[in-house]
């Protein structure tokens, strides 16, 4: 079936830049090495347009392209509906939210952003086709979908930021809002996971402001020396050093939180419900959303909080994180 390699691997590269092990790695890696001002929306921004978009696939439940006469060539995601295609509207979210929020922040040549943001997008989009998991019109929709739904929300997540970080309440705030937005998801006929990994994205994005709450409210994040636009500082061998050391140890402590909250997962679904786990009731579903959204609370917290906290202790911590507001 693959004929030529070079494209098969493109494509399951492009796939990957819409997969949970990407966001783990890449949104971490913003935080603790560039900017956590601009992390903080592209987070929010991600979330609401997923959410959305994750939505959209469950109230539609447009299936995937059939198979014959479409030969699949990645099998995840398989039993999710394919209209909108969630990873083309990632596609538009998250490279062109890091041109949006880092061209009045930063003094670069834009245009070479818009270069790899629209590669990015392409990659993406171009990969749900030629592995078989999207028709052209789901990722279309998708593409379109995201652009539209950027126009307001770009805005709003600048104010939205600026209050959930100052406001006294935001914890409860957050927690208030995000769980009915998961008990009343949209349900289908049949299980898709769906519903779990929109859990996890929504809780992630509440850990990482609550992270970043904690900090503002303990006084330890000050206003900038001075205001942007910033030069862009290319690191030295000792700065690269240090980040390298502050991605793998941050990295192995999200590994580390990921299978301690999976293994909790686990034991409490077996007291509940015995070592039976084939049948996705209710009750089953209700305690998988609910351990999922403690964990990727506790993932998001780390992240923001106790990792730079670390980090501080171990004097690798980069100068400015406390400093983007």
Request: hydrophobic share 50%; net charge positive; aromatic share 14%.
């Amino acid at each position: 079936v693959i004929t030529i390699k070079f494209w098969y691997y493109l494509f399951l590269f492009g796939t990957y830049l819409g997969d949970e092990v990407f966001y783990a790695s890449f949104i971490p890696f913003w935080f603790w090495n560039i900017d956590g001002a601009v992390g903080r929306r592209i987070v929010m921004v991600w979330t609401i347009i997923m959410y959305i978009g994750q939505g959209i696939k469950d109230v539609v439940c447009w299936p995937r392209p059939t198979s014959p006469p479409v030969f699949r060539l990645q099998k995840k995601w398989s039993l999710e509906h394919g209209m909108p295609s969630t990873h083309a509207m990632v596609g538009i979210a998250i490279p062109f939210s890091v041109i949006i929020y880092t061209m009045t922040r930063y003094q670069y040549p834009v245009v070479w952003g818009l270069v790899v943001a629209v590669s990015w997008c392409a990659i993406i989009s171009l990969s749900r086709i030629y592995l078989g998991m999207h028709s052209v019109l789901d990722v279309v929709v998708g593409l379109i979908l995201a652009m539209l739904l950027m126009i307001p929300v770009v805005p709003i997540v600048d104010s939205l930021d600026v209050f959930l970080l100052t406001n006294r309440w935001s914890p409860l705030i957050l927690i208030t809002i995000t769980i009915p937005m998961i008990a009343y998801y949209p349900t289908t006929t049949h299980w898709t996971p769906t519903r779990g990994d929109t859990t996890t994205i929504v809780a992630f994005c509440v850990g990482i402001y609550i992270g970043a709450w904690t900090n503002y409210h303990q006084g330890v994040m000050t206003e900038p020396s001075l205001p942007p636009p910033y030069v862009i500082i290319w690191p030295s061998w000792a700065m690269f050093g240090t980040g390298a050391l502050r991605t793998v140890i941050g990295l192995c402590s999200i590994v580390a939180t990921v299978a301690v909250c999976k293994s909790a997962q686990h034991a409490v679904t077996r007291v509940l419900f015995g070592s039976d786990q084939t049948q996705h009731s209710r009750a089953q579903n209700a305690v998988e959303l609910t351990c999922k959204y403690i964990a990727y609370n506790l993932l998001g917290f780390n992240i923001l909080y106790l990792m730079p906290n670390t980090f501080n202790m171990l004097s690798i911590q980069r100068p400015t994180f406390y400093t983007e507001l």
